[in-house]
């Protein structure tokens, strides 16, 4: 079968690729082009459209950048024409992907969404366009299936990608000595800082975690760079505060931290899975936008998926305003310091783990898909 993949930023790519590897597994004829990225590509397949040209991320990036988003939805439209794919899988990225999806079905074609995007939490009345343009949602969080069903829209919870991903992790066995002597780091306790994937985001919460940096001396920080992302951003934002970026060893790092220092976003369950206490922070847009953000436009009590799917505050979550190098760094302190803190922590990491069940999720999804194509 033919096969039209859509995954607009690093993560995307990365589950997106271990769905065509399990697709392939299962149909010797699978064939791909996509909007992705290098992981998608070594599965095989035409690249259309890196999503490195397609990740902008606030109101102004957006806005400065519609004539490249233009011609992204046309080059889109256009290739789903010319390919007529027995499927088109969008994964995630909503801005982009649910416009496609109404494309797609104007042209009588099947569409399967793999991870939802979060309508449960921003712009909830995207749901009516999930239920007339999407064939079939494939869902990684529990609690994505009852919002749905509010809705009278079924969904397929698969399991969660994050789960696969940590149990096949590389270097699982490797000790802090031989952590900090790889990447050439002095012998002291690490605290890791897990700043997003996004330039934008990047630029708003790493000044902040920065500053907290100089409050603990006993500890050495260390940045998680992102995939998408250059030494020279990191530069540009640090200025004189000196603090080492690793690329490409996000999950190493956390396994040997003693605390972590968190943007909101699947970090928060990576770091839980690792059993990392963290300090979970977010910064938007600045100015009347930002400061409305929490209040006008999130539906949910939280916005870390720790504590959404736990169903309460497990970590201390400091959004927008809240998110002060103060009181980062004095729910830092409580971190490291009160073990009985921690470990209410910790626990509260093992229920939401128990919720999110098996590794298999991209298996699943794949067999699923398969199995409901071949039932048309």
């Known amino acids: 079968m033919k096969y039209f993949i859509i995954a607009g930023e690093a993560s995307g790519d ?15 004829l699978a064939s791909f082009s996509f909007f992705g990225g290098e992981l998608m590509a070594q599965e095989g397949g ?20 519609l004539s490249k988003i233009r011609r992204n939805f046309k080059l889109a439209e256009q ?3 010319e390919i007529q794919p027995d499927v088109v899988i969008l994964v995630d990225y909503p801005g982009f992907n649910l416009p496609i999806a109404e494309f797609a079905k104007s042209k009588g074609l099947k569409v399967f969404y793999y991870i939802s995007p979060k309508i449960w939490a921003w712009k909830t009345k995207r749901v009516y366009k999930v239920k007339k343009f999407v064939d079939e949602m ?42 900090i002597l790889r990447n050439r780091l002095p012998k002291k306790p690490l605290i890791a800082l897990l700043a997003g994937s996004r330039r934008q985001e990047i ?15 006993d500890y050495q ?29 996000t999950y190493e790092l956390l396994q040997q931290s003693t605390a972590a220092l968190v943007a909101s976003g699947t970090a928060t369950l990576e770091t839980a899975f690792l059993n990392v206490p963290q300090v979970v922070c977010y910064r938007v847009e600045s100015g009347l936008l930002g400061v409305t953000l929490r209040y006008l436009l999130v539906k949910i009590p939280y916005f870390s998926l720790v504590n959404l799917i736990g169903g309460r505050e497990i970590v201390k979550e400091l959004f927008q305003y ?8 004095s729910e830092l302190e409580k971190i490291l310091n009160d073990s009985q803190y921690r470990k209410n922590m910790l626990t509260g990491y093992a229920e939401v783990l128990a919720e999110l069940g098996e590794p298999g999720c991209a298996e ?13």
């Open 322 to 329: 809240e998110c002060t190098t103060e009181a980062v760094s």
């Open 138 to 179: 494939f869902t990684i969080f529990p609690f994505e299936t009852k919002f749905y069903s509010k809705y009278n829209y079924q969904v397929r919870f698969v399991g969660n990608p994050t789960i696969d991903e940590l149990s096949n992790r590389p270097n699982q066995q490797e000790s802090f000595s031989e952590f």
């Open 46 to 65: 035409i690249l259309l459209k890196h999503y490195r040209e397609m990740a902008f991320m606030g109101l102004f990036p957006v806005l400065f950048n």
């Open 203 to 217: 630029k708003k919460i790493l000044p902040v975690l920065a500053e907290v940096s100089r409050r603990f001396p």
């Open 14 to 28: 990365l589950h997106a690729s271990h769905l065509m590897r399990e697709l392939k597994k299962v149909d010797n």
């Open 364 to 376: 699943r999804a794949a067999n699923k898909m398969i199995e409901l194509l071949s039932s048309y």
């Open 79 to 81: 290739k789903l024409v």
């Open 221 to 249: 920080f260390v940045i998680a760079g992102a995939p998408a992302q250059n030494q020279q951003l990191y530069n540009e934002i640090l200025g004189e505060i000196s603090i080492p970026v690793v690329f490409g060893q």
